[in-house]
């Protein structure tokens, strides 16, 4: 018997699904205890992301990250610009606010557009990320308050304490995310916090498939549940940002459930490219951050009972008492 690294529950083979890059393909397991899923082999593969970045303007699914990190100089108020299209920004803006963290540490910073966006807004913030590449692009675009590390590096040398942790989309690309965020925990103040965003299984409901990206890029689907447990291991108690207030504004129409083909061939070439018709929704705001927006009458019928979560969970990892 399998067991969930999360909660120790049963693990459930649940299918095959195929990599992101030609020709392999994984295995996925479900946890019934605490809705997590999980992708075996469990190994992050680096000529993948290799080959992700190295497709100019980025490959499937990346491309608005580069879009938001070329856009946001131009902008009078980054922080609001990315607040206004990025429902992850919009909900780790919320969580700083509410507890008031003013030093932030963004762990895995990738381009680095995020923590541009805060220090511009008046906050003492930095980045850090393992890819050398990224985090030399994000010092020639915003600045050097970036460091090529990794969490636990980070945690070992350094003696510097912070409000708040943030890190966007970045545990379900983890082998081992209990490991990163105890060495994450270790960096915060006295009343920090651990401010994550990632795709929520939660919002999807517990028989959907394997709708995240392809691994290896995710090895991991979260539930709000698999949060929960992710924080008594670590000694934190989990809240979850309400949304409520941004779907009223910016209602979802259609979540899409990611390519259930590979997006890259052996060669680490785009298989398929984006079509006009998402082209055009892209350039008008249908599409927003890769959900379809509600729009006229239907838009108006989403507003009237906007749910409290989204397709992705931002959740604030708060250490306990004694911890």
Not at 27 to 52: G, L, Q
Not at 55 to 62: L, T
Not at 152 to 158: D, G, K, N, Q, V
């Amino acid at each position: 018997m399998r067991h969930c690294e999360i909660c120790d529950g049963e693990l459930v083979a649940a299918g095959d699904v195929p990599g992101y890059q030609r020709p392999k393909r994984y295995t996925i397991f479900d946890c019934r205890s605490c809705m997590t899923m999980v992708a075996e082999p469990k190994k992050i593969d680096a000529h993948v992301y290799n080959a992700i970045y190295a497709v100019p303007g980025g490959a499937p699914g990346y491309d608005r990250y580069f879009q938001y990190a070329r856009r946001i100089v131009r902008e009078r108020d980054p922080l609001r610009y990315l607040t206004t299209r990025v429902d992850a920004a919009w909900g780790v803006h919320r969580a700083l606010e509410r507890y008031g963290a003013r030093s932030i540490l963004e762990a895995g910073c990738g381009l680095g557009y995020l923590t541009y966006a805060l220090k511009s807004s008046g906050y003492d913030a930095a980045g850090i990320d393992i890819s050398q590449q990224a985090v030399e692009q994000a010092k020639r675009a915003y600045g050097d308050f970036y460091r090529t590390e990794s969490v636990e590096s980070y945690a070992a040398t350094s003696e510097r304490k912070f409000d708040a942790i943030v890190m966007v989309e970045v545990i379900e690309h983890l082998e081992e995310p209990i490991a990163v965020l105890r060495d994450a925990a270790q960096l915060l103040a006295p009343g920090g916090s651990i401010v994550l965003t990632t795709p929520n299984r939660t919002y999807y409901g517990y028989d959907q498939p394997w709708s995240t990206d392809l691994p290896p890029v995710h090895l991991w689907w979260f539930s709000e549940e698999s949060l929960c447990k992710i924080g008594e291991r670590i000694g934190c108690r989990a809240e979850f940002v309400d949304f409520s207030e941004y779907n009223a504004r910016f209602p979802v129409l259609h979540a899409f459930t990611c390519a259930h083909a590979s997006q890259l061939d052996e060669e680490g070439r785009v298989l398929r490219a984006e079509s006009l018709p998402m082209k055009l929704a892209r350039r008008t705001g249908l599409l927003h951050d890769g959900y379809w927006l509600a729009s006229g009458a239907v838009g108006r019928l989403r507003r009237g009972v906007p749910r409290r979560n989204r397709p992705t969970m931002v959740a604030v990892l708060r250490p306990t008492r004694g911890s």
